[in-house]
Every structure is written in structure tokens, then in C-alpha cells.
């Protein structure tokens, strides 16, 4: 038995080419987005990029209204994201102050508070209850939370001497002696 | 009752109605400055809440869009423009605070152009699919060229066949 072969003419090579490419990039693109979304936060071990905080003015550092992370190698740096909206910042306020005020003098340690999407009006009724002194600033567009891929207010992040990220807390610290745990052995 | 007393007693009413009417005047001329809910509500809706995703900040129930919503309400006291807020907005808490996006060409035309890439090859795609079946039927029977039937479709067909 025997039957008539159609003439096989299919799609152009270089339609499927392209089709097949623009389907694989999308996919690429979806997948990246994903995984960036489970990554969760920076993770210790890595060295942070340098970024500029904008200093509310009377929480200037050393008279200059922006700090650079870069301008702070060779001291531990303890990066704090807040808000005055967040009920849970205020049950570490106080105690990170403490810290502050005992680390302050040695001149190894800097605390910078990140104020995560807040009114000015608002931050400074907050930094003025809980008697905050350390350099504070809004996180202007949200660049640096983004950076660190803060999901909610309180993180913290310690950052040793040489740039890497050494520790992060997830939500408030209950004690000073939680936050002193982390920053002694970068003492060291 | 001497009549120096009923004078005096007349300019004491007299202060306490003039007293009465400058701080009903105050507080009218206050009202008067301060922007309604609605102005308010007007421009929230074309933000964003910061926290919860895709929410609009004049529905938004949490403590961080009543404080972003009291900053409008300041910000048109002060006689900023809607335009100006909502550039005010973007620029201090990124993009994602602002349902218009300011970079238009990268919003709106990257996704219509990726869009009509993909209808053109499609469109291509399909044309090209067509065009085999027209092919086909274009050449005569006569001229088919015979191909080998496969040997189970071949066993198929007799015992097909048998059945009938």
C-alpha cells in the first residue's frame, strides 16, 4: 500500500529560532524574579556594596548630613531599618540606644539607622521619644532597603571591619545583651 | 443700680461677645485653610501603600498610610500642587509609591512593542504552517511519490479488514 508524501515546508528556521529564544528569555526572566523573591535577605558571608545614607539634619555624623558605608571600613557597622509605624521597633529602641551609648566611645563601632518608608514628621517624634542620638536618615526610594531585600522592619545588619556581612536579625532585639553577642566577637 | 455699674457690666458683654466672635472666626478661617478628606483622598488615590503590595493608599487601613496621608495633607496646606506630591512621593519612596509610572517609554512601550513582536511571528508562524496544506493539494495524484506504509499500520488495516 502506498501513500502521497506532503511536501515538508514547515515554520522558518529562524522563526523558530527566535520564538524559541523569546520564550526561553521570559522564562529566564520569571524564574530570576522568583528566585530573587525566596532569596530572602542578604546573606552572611557577603561583602555590602557601598551606599550613601542621606542624615536627618541633628543626626548628622560628625557634622556631615550623608554618611558612605565605604567611609566606615575598619569599624564594625550596625545597620538598623525602622520606622515609626513599626510597633515592633520600639520594643528594641531603647536597648539599641544603650548599645550605642556603651560602643560610642571606643570608636570601633558606628550605628546607622535606616528610616524605611516613613514622614519625616513622624521619624523625629519617634527618634525624639525613645532619646535616639546615633545617625539616622531616610532610606530615600527605598535603594538601600531594596540592596539588603528587607522584607519587614526591624532587620538589623552587622557588617565587620572589612565590609562582610557578619550577622542579621530578623525582627526586634529584646536585650542589650543580644545585641552585644553580635558585635563583641567583631571586636575581636 | 448706679449707672456706672450697668455701663460697666454692658462692656463686659460687649468683650465677651467680641471674644466669642474672633475665636468662632479662628477656628472657621482654620477650617476653611485646611484641606478636606477628599482633596486629600483625591491624590492618595493615584499612591500606593509602602508596606502592603497593590494596595491604594487612600483604602490602605494601616499606620503607615495615615502618617503618608497626613504628609498630603500637610503638603497641600502648604500649597504644593498635585503634581508636585506625587513627584514628591516617587522621588522619596521609589517608583512602586506612584501608580503612574514617570519612566512612560519604558513602562508602556517596551511591553506594547514585546507584545507585537510576538502577534508578527505568530501571525508568521501560522502563514507558514498554512502553507503545506496548499502545497498538497496543488500536486497532482499522479505525480505522488509512494512512501512505505508502515508495518504495523499495514497489520492494523488487515485485520481490519478481517473483521469486516
Not at chain 1, 522563526?15 to 524559541?20: E, K, T
Request: glycine share 6%.
Amino acid at each position: 500500500m502506498t501513500e502521497t508524501t506532503p511536501p515538508r515546508r514547515g515554520v522558518a528556521l529562524w522563526i523558530q529560532i527566535v520564538i524559541w529564544l523569546f520564550l526561553v528569555g521570559l522564562l529566564v526572566i520569571v524564574a530570576l524574579g522568583l528566585s530573587r523573591r525566596q532569596q530572602g535577605t542578604v546573606q552572611p558571608g557577603q561583602v555590602i556594596d557601598n551606599f550613601s545614607l542621606t542624615l536627618y539634619s541633628g543626626y548628622e555624623l560628625d557634622g556631615a548630613s550623608q554618611v558612605n558605608l565605604d567611609d566606615l571600613r575598619g569599624k564594625v557597622v550596625v545597620i538598623n531599618f525602622w520606622a515609626s509605624w513599626c510597633k515592633p521597633c520600639e520594643q528594641e529602641a531603647a536597648e539599641l540606644q544603650q548599645a550605642w551609648t556603651e560602643y560610642e566611645p571606643t570608636g570601633e563601632v558606628m550605628f546607622l539607622g535606616v528610616d524605611y518608608v516613613d514622614t519625616e514628621t513622624d521619624a523625629r517624634v519617634y527618634l525624639k521619644k525613645f532619646g535616639i542620638t546615633y545617625p539616622n536618615g531616610a532610606d530615600l526610594a527605598t535603594k538601600i532597603s531594596q540592596y539588603f531585600r528587607v522584607k519587614a522592619v526591624p532587620e538589623t545588619y552587622f557588617v565587620d571591619k572589612e565590609g562582610v556581612l557578619r550577622f542579621v536579625q530578623v525582627g526586634p532585639f529584646f536585650s542589650v545583651d543580644h545585641i552585644r553577642a553580635q558585635i563583641d566577637p567583631l571586636l575581636k | 443700680m448706679p449707672k456706672r455699674r450697668i455701663r460697666n457690666t454692658q462692656y463686659a458683654i460687649l468683650l465677651i461677645l467680641l471674644a466669642t466672635l474672633f475665636a468662632t472666626l479662628s477656628v472657621a478661617l482654620a477650617q476653611g485653610t485646611s484641606p478636606t478628606d477628599d482633596e486629600v483622598n483625591k491624590i492618595a488615590k493615584k499612591l500606593y501603600c509602602p508596606v502592603c503590595e497593590n494596595t491604594p493608599l487612600d483604602v490602605c487601613p494601616t499606620e503607615a498610610c495615615r502618617q503618608w496621608r497626613e504628609q498630603i495633607r500637610e503638603m497641600l496646606s502648604e500649597g504644593k500642587s498635585e503634581a508636585e506630591i506625587v513627584d514628591y512621593f516617587a522621588v522619596t519612596y521609589g517608583e512602586r509609591a506612584s501608580g503612574d509610572p514617570r519612566d512612560k517609554l519604558k513602562a508602556y512601550l517596551v511591553p506594547a512593542m514585546a507584545i507585537l513582536l510576538g502577534a508578527a511571528l505568530l501571525v508568521s508562524a501560522l502563514r507558514a504552517w498554512r502553507k503545506p496544506l496548499v502545497a498538497e493539494s496543488a500536486i497532482p495524484k499522479s505525480d505522488a511519490k509512494p512512501v512505505q506504509q508502515d508495518e504495523y499500520i499495514s497489520r492494523v488495516e488487515e485485520e481490519l479488514k478481517k473483521r469486516n
